[in-house]
């Protein structure tokens, strides 16, 4: 009695999986390609991450940035179109619980794979080196700006002019060098628009490039965290023409010079100027000198009620104090923020004149 012999394989072994380079893979991988370089090309020339750039070293970043972007866009088409691809073609069939079938790999596959990689590192490495080196590049007339930074206002001095503002102006399409120092902690001096940002420390000087290409006022903002105030550090950038920016420093010197000349008998005007040039404008609100700080108290009648702030002191002693020692009496109300050197920072004939231009504002 003959007995049947067993198939030599199941059903189930019988069916052939796809092949992984058929027809299909390739008209896949080739729609996948294409895809890949739209969207990259896409995603680089309207970059949605990007306002527009007002300096001629923000367009050079802003084009570096962009091609990584591209590449990026391109690099995740082509990994999550395949990996899409190969879950719905590959998967495993519903209650198969064979192993999946070996591969010994694919020699011209990782040569590709390790090669395009490498090439994409290297153009990005030698890209970015040159945009690097285009935006540090000097200008023979480039206009120096030393910066200070300090807890929690910004001051520029034009050494050739001999000038301190307390705002940065740049003439349009020259190029500025910004030498920068901080006179207490770590700040960080950042222009949105000019895609620049530059770490200020006490302890050594930071050099930054900028070129404004678009006339118009644009934020100066602490990207550090400074302090309580650090959300109160900011000031202003201003490109500006050629004949506005002369105009603008035309009325500076004429302003100093009035200044000088009228500092016996117009002390307030003194006060004003070292008011503003202090940064004491950056914390407090004061009508008189246009300041409008929050951080610290409204100054508005500070010679009226500073006699009644603590008992037994004059409106002089207590204004003084708040100077030199602000951390003797603290106004309800206000967090202790006001650096303790302003005693060092101010030669005692400023903090003098200080202190007559707050006693007048009744």
């Not at 901080?182 to 070129?211: C, G, N, Y």
Request: hydrophobic residues 45%; aromatic residues 8%; charged residues 15%.
């Amino acid at each position: 009695m003959s007995m049947s012999q067993p198939p030599a394989q199941s059903e189930r072994d019988s069916v052939s999986p796809p092949r992984v380079f058929d027809t299909t893979s390739k008209l896949v991988a080739f729609v996948i390609g294409v895809l890949a370089i739209v969207a990259g090309v896409g995603a680089g020339m309207f970059n949605p991450f990007l306002s527009n750039s007002a300096s001629s070293q923000g367009i050079l970043i802003d084009a570096l940035f962009s091609v990584l972007l591209g590449i990026a866009t391109s690099i995740f088409v082509i990994v999550q179109g395949f990996l899409l691809y190969s879950i719905v073609r590959f998967s495993r069939e519903p209650d198969d619980e064979t192993d999946g079938m070996a591969f010994r790999g694919h020699t011209g596959l990782e040569i590709v794979w390790t090669a395009v990689p490498a090439a994409i590192v290297v153009f990005l490495a030698v890209f970015s080196y040159q945009v690097l080196a285009e935006i540090e590049q000097p200008r023979p007339d480039e206009l120096i700006v030393e910066v200070t930074a300090q807890q929690y206002a910004w001051s520029f001095f034009y050494p050739d002019l001999d000038l301190t503002s307390t705002e940065l102006h740049m003439p349009l399409d020259r190029q500025v060098l910004l030498r920068m120092r901080s006179k207490d902690v770590i700040h960080a001096f950042w222009v949105p628009q000019f895609r620049i940002k530059r770490d200020v420390m006490p302890d050594r000087l930071t050099e930054a490039r900028i070129t404004g290409t678009e006339i118009g006022t644009y934020p100066i903002v602490c990207a550090e965290l400074c302090g309580v105030g650090h959300s109160y550090m900011r000031s202003q950038a201003v490109v500006q023409s050629a004949a506005d920016f002369l105009s603008w420093q035309q009325g500076l010197i004429g302003a100093k010079t009035r200044g000088a000349g009228a500092k016996p008998a117009d002390p307030m005007a003194a006060g004003r100027q070292l008011f503003t040039q202090g940064g004491c404008n950056a914390c407090h609100a004061l009508a008189d000198a246009g300041a409008a700080g929050q951080l610290g108290p409204k100054l508005d009648g500070i010679g009226t009620t500073a006699a009644t702030r603590v008992l037994g002191q004059s409106a002089e002693a207590y204004i003084r104090t708040s100077i030199v020692k602000p951390n003797d009496t603290i106004v309800p109300g206000y967090q202790p923020v006001m650096p303790q050197d302003y005693g060092q920072r101010l030669p005692p004939r400023n903090v003098d004149t200080l202190v007559q231009y707050l006693l007048g504002q009744k």
